[in-house]
C-alpha cells in the first residue's frame, strides 16, 4: 500500500498548495475564464455542469483541442487523455481501454466493457462502434462504473462523442490536407438557420496509400486507408422551453488489408517494421471469403432523435431514441505470408434500437434523474476460411518431414504436399468451411440519481440503475471433411449448418455513490463508489467429448467490479488540472482466449487495480498554454493458485505509465494575424498483448512526437498549417499474437511511422 500512501499524500499537498491562490483568485459564484478545461460545460451527469462540478474522474477534449493537436482519427485521442488507450486494428476492430481494460471482442455472444456513446444513445457494439471524428463539440471520456448514466456496457467508463449542433446565423468551415502516402483529407461543415430552425451538413473524406508494401500479385498494399463520414442535423427550437434535435449518419470504409505479419514464415517486414511483406489471401477469395482483395468494405447508417422539453419550474424531461445498423466484410490473410494457409474473412452484421427517456428536477436543495431504458441488438459474426488441404497439414502438423511451409524467399514448399501425400493423384486440393455466431440481446432497465446539496459546499448523491437482460446466442458450423485426408481441419464440430441457440435471462442492481465538497469556489474534492458490471455471456461453441466435437453452452457469471476513488479538481491562479486515486476490485474476470477451435470466454478469477491519473494546464499569458497529464496502474489478474495460468498476468493492453505533455502557441504578430504551434510529447510504457502474458507478444515502451503549426490570417478565417504524426519515425507494433497465434505462428501489425504534410483552412 505504499503507493496508496504516496499517492494520498500527493494529493492532499496539491491541493493545500492550490487553496491560498484559489481562493484569492475565485469570484465568489465560482466563474472561471470559459476557456479553462474545468469551465467547460458537459452533459456527463445529465444536466449541463462544468466539469469541476462533476464528482467523478472525466477528462474532456474539445473540438477546438483537438484541432489544435491534430487529432483527426478516434486512434489518436487516447495519446492525451490518462487511463485511455484506443487501438484500432481495423475500422472493424476497433479496441477501447479504461484504466487498463479492454473492450473489443467481435463476437455477437459477448458485452462490450467500455460505453461508447453517440450524441447520447449506445454504440458499444464493436463491430459497429468506430466512426470519423470530425466536428464535434467535444468527447467527454468517464472514467470508473456508471451504470446510472451510460448503462450496463460502462463496466469501467465510457467515452461519449457529442458533435457540433446546429446553430442561429450562417457559418461554414473547409479543410483540405495532403501530406506523404499520397494522404488526401477534407473536411468541414455548414451551418445555416435562425433561433427557430438550423440545420448543419458536416463530412469527412480521407484517403492515403499504405504503408506496407504487399509484394504478392493483384493485391494493394497494406494499411491503406478510403474512408468517409458524413452528418446531417437538424435543430428545432419553437420555445424557450423545447428543442428537438435529429441527426443522421453515414460512415464507410474501403481499406486495403491488414498488415498481419509472421517471424516465422517467409520474409516479412516485422524486423524491420517497414520493409516489404508478401501477404498473398487465397486465389479462390472471390468465391469463398466474398472479395478477391484483402481488406475491408464497411458501411455503418446511424440515425437519432433527442426531444427536451422544460415543461415545469425546475423540471425537464429528455427522450433519446436511436437507431444503428452496421455492415461490413474484412478478408485477411491470418498466417502473414504467401502461402494458401490460413485465409479468413469475416463478415460482421448487426442492428441497435434503445430509447431512453429521463425526468431530471433541479432546486435549490436537490437535482434528481430518473428514467427507463431499453436496448435490442441482433449481430452475428460469419467466419469462413479458405486453405488448400496439403498446404494446411504441412504448415500445422508437418506431414512430411524437411519441407518448410514458407520459405526465406516467400515461395511456399508446403503447397507441394498434397502433390508429394497423393503420389501425384492430385497437386493442389481447394478446402473451405466456416463458422458463425450470433446474438440477440436486450436489456430493460430504470434508473435515478438523487443529489442533495447539503450546503452550499457539500452535495450527496446516490443513484441505481435496475435491469433485466435477455441474451440469445447462436452457433452454426460447417466443417466437411477435407478430400484425400478425410476428417475436417479446423478443431471445431460440424453441425452441417444446422443453427443451435439458448437463451437466458439475467437481472441485476448497479449502484453508485458520490459525495462533492467544495473548498473554495475553485477547489472541488469528491469520492465515488460505484459498482460495474459485464453482462454474463451465453456463448455457444466447440467442445470435445469422448474424442469427439460437441456444440457446447458456455455460460459465465457476469463480472463485477467495486470502485473506490478519490480526487480533487481546480483552479489556482494560472494553473488548473485534476489529481485522482482509484481501487478496482474484480470479481470474475472475463477474458477472451483465440484458439484454433475460434475465440471463447473463460473465468480468470479475481482482478484489482491501483492507479493514479492527474492533468494540469497552466495558462502562461494569453497566448501560451501549456498542458500535461499522467496515469499510473499497478493492476493485474491477481498473483493466486485459484486463478490458473491466468495468476499474475496484466491486462491486455494496459501499460503501466502513460503521459503526454505540449504546449499550445498562438501568438499575434500584427491585428488580424498569428503564428501558432502545437508540439506535444507522449509516452506509453510496456504493455502484453495477450492473456495469458508472453514476451514474444509485447510492446515495449513507444515515445512519440507529434507537431502541428502554422499562420493564421485575417483574424483566423483563413489558416495554414503543417503537421508531423511519429515526428522521430519510432517503430512500434500496434498489435501482436492474432489468430494466426492460435495455429503456433503468431503475426505482428505493425504501427503507423511518421505522417506529415500541410492543411489549408477557411471559415465563415
Known amino acids: 500500500m505504499k503507493l496508496a500512501t504516496c ?54 477534449q474539445t ?78 471520456v468517464v472514467k470508473g462504473p456508471q451504470a446510472t448514466l451510460f ?90 422551453d423545447f428543442t428537438a434535435d435529429l441527426v443522421v449518419t453515414y460512415d464507410r470504409q474501403r481499406n486495403s488489408g491488414t498488415p498481419f505479419l509472421s517471424k516465422n514464415l517467409g520474409s516479412t517486414s516485422v524486423d524491420g517494421l517497414y520493409g516489404a511483406a508478401y501477404l498473398g489471401g487465397s486465389p479462390l477469395s472471390k468465391q469463398v471469403l466474398g472479395s478477391d482483395k484483402l481488406g475491408l468494405d464497411r458501411d455503418v447508417y446511424d440515425a437519432n432523435l433527442t426531444l427536451s422539453w422544460d415543461f415545469a419550474d425546475g423540471w425537464n424531461f429528455t427522450t433519446v431514441n436511436g437507431y444503428r445498423d452496421f455492415d461490413a466484410l474484412e478478408v485477411f490473410d491470418a498466417d502473414g505470408s504467401a502461402a494458401w494457409y490460413l485465409e479468413f474473412a469475416e463478415r460482421a452484421k448487426g442492428w441497435q434500437a434503445s430509447h431512453e427517456s ?28 479458405s486453405s488448400e488441404v496439403g498446404t494446411y497439414l504441412q504448415c500445422s502438423a508437418n506431414i512430411i518431414p524437411g519441407l518448410a511451409c514458407v520459405a526465406p524467399d516467400n515461395t511456399v514448399p508446403a503447397s507441394l504436399a498434397t502433390g508429394l501425400a497423393s503420389g501425384g493423384l492430385a497437386t493442389a486440393v481447394p478446402y473451405q468451411s466456416w463458422y458463425k455466431n450470433e446474438g440477440r440481446n436486450q436489456t430493460w432497465s430504470m434508473f435515478g440519481d438523487a443529489t442533495w446539496k447539503a450546503t452550499s459546499a457539500l452535495e450527496l448523491t446516490a443513484g441505481a440503475r435496475v435491469l433485466i437482460e435477455k441474451r440469445r446466442s447462436g452457433y452454426a458450423t460447417s466443417q466437411p471433411a477435407a478430400p484425400l485426408y478425410g476428417q475436417q481441419l479446423l478443431p471445431i464440430v460440424d453441425t452441417d449448418g444446422v443453427l443451435f441457440q439458448a437463451q437466458r435471462s439475467y437481472a441485476a442492481v448497479l449502484p453508485r455513490f458520490n459525495a462533492l465538497y467544495r473548498i473554495t469556489p475553485g477547489i472541488n474534492f469528491y469520492a465515488t463508489v460505484s459498482k460495474g458490471r459485464r453482462s454474463p455471456v451465453v456463448e455457444l461453441g466447440s467442445a470435445t467429448v469422448a474424442g469427439s466435437y460437441v456444440v457446447a453452452e458456455n455460460r459465465i457469471r457476469a463480472e463485477s467490479v467495486w470502485n473506490y476513488e478519490v480526487g480533487v479538481k481546480g483552479q489556482a491562479g494560472m ?67 485459484s486463478n490458473g495460468n491466468f495468476a499474475g498476468d496484466r491486462f491486455r493492453l494496459q501499460p503501466k505509465w502513460q503521459w503526454s505533455a505540449g504546449f499550445n502557441l498562438n501568438a499575434p504578430i500584427s491585428q488580424r494575424t498569428s503564428v501558432f504551434l502545437s508540439p506535444s510529447v507522449t509516452y506509453r510504457s510496456k504493455i502484453y498483448f495477450e492473456t495469458p502474458n508472453t514476451e514474444a507478444i509485447s510492446q515495449a515502451p513507444v515515445t512519440l512526437v507529434n507537431l502541428r503549426g502554422g499562420v493564421s490570417l485575417m483574424e483566423d478565417r483563413f489558416q495554414i498549417a503543417g503537421y508531423a504524426r511519429n515526428l522521430t519515425n519510432r517503430n512500434y507494433l500496434l498489435d501482436a499474437g492474432n489468430t494466426g497465434g492460435s495455429f503456433g505462428y503468431p503475426t505482428f501489425i505493425p504501427a503507423e511511422p511518421r505522417t506529415y504534410g500541410i492543411e489549408f483552412t477557411a471559415r465563415y
Do not use: H
Open 7 to 60: 499517492a494520498a499524500t500527493l494529493l492532499a499537498g496539491t491541493a493545500l498548495a492550490m487553496v491560498p491562490n484559489a481562493a484569492f483568485a475565485a469570484e465568489a459564484d465560482g466563474a472561471m475564464s470559459d476557456e479553462n478545461p474545468n469551465s467547460i460545460i458537459v452533459t456527463t451527469q445529465k444536466v449541463e455542469q462544468r466539469v469541476l462540478d462533476v464528482p467523478m474522474t472525466l477528462s474532456v
Open 63 to 140: 473540438g477546438e483541442r483537438m484541432r489544435e493537436l491534430g487529432v483527426t482519427d478516434i486512434g489518436e485521442l487516447s495519446n492525451y487523455v490518462p487511463g485511455l488507450n484506443v487501438q484500432i486494428q481495423s475500422a472493424n476492430n476497433p479496441g477501447f481501454v479504461i484504466r487498463g481494460i479492454t473492450s473489443d471482442s467481435g463476437s455477437a455472444q459477448q458485452g462490450p466493457r467500455v460505453s461508447l456513446y453517440y450524441n447520447g444513445v449506445d454504440i458499444s457494439r464493436s463491430r459497429g462502434a468506430y466512426q470519423g471524428l470530425y466536428d464535434l463539440d467535444r468527447v467527454e
Open 151 to 240: 448503462g450496463t456496457a460502462a463496466t469501467i467508463g465510457a467515452i461519449s462523442f457529442v458533435s457540433a449542433k446546429p446553430e442561429a446565423g450562417t457559418s461554414a468551415s473547409i479543410t483540405g490536407a495532403y501530406g506523404n502516402l499520397d494522404a488526401r483529407r477534407i473536411e468541414g461543415f455548414v451551418n445555416m438557420g435562425n433561433d427557430v430552425i438550423a440545420a448543419r451538413i458536416a463530412g469527412q473524406w480521407k484517403k492515403r496509400d499504405g504503408y506496407i508494401e504487399n509484394l504478392a500479385p493483384d493485391q494493394e498494399d497494406l494499411y491503406a486507408q478510403d474512408q468517409l463520414g458524413l452528418r446531417g442535423s437538424l435543430r428545432f427550437t419553437p420555445t424557450s
Open 358 to 385: 429521463r425526468f431530471t428536477y433541479t432546486d435549490d436543495k436537490w437535482r434528481a434523474s430518473f428514467g427507463w431504458n431499453y436496448i435490442i441488438e441482433d449481430s452475428s459474426q460469419y467466419v469462413p476460411l
Open 575 to 641: 494553473l488548473s488540472g485534476s489529481l485522482g486515486i482509484y481501487y478496482n476490485d474484480y470479481s470474475n474476470f472475463q477474458v477472451n482466449v483465440v484458439s484454433a477451435s475460434g475465440s471463447r470466454t473463460v473465468s480468470a478469477g479475481s482482478a484489482g487495480n491501483l492507479g493514479v491519473e492527474g492533468e494540469v494546464e497552466a495558462r502562461l499569458t494569453d497566448w501560451l498554454r501549456a498542458f500535461g497529464n499522467v496515469g499510473f496502474i499497478s493492476g493485474g489478474i491477481d498473483d493466486k493458485a
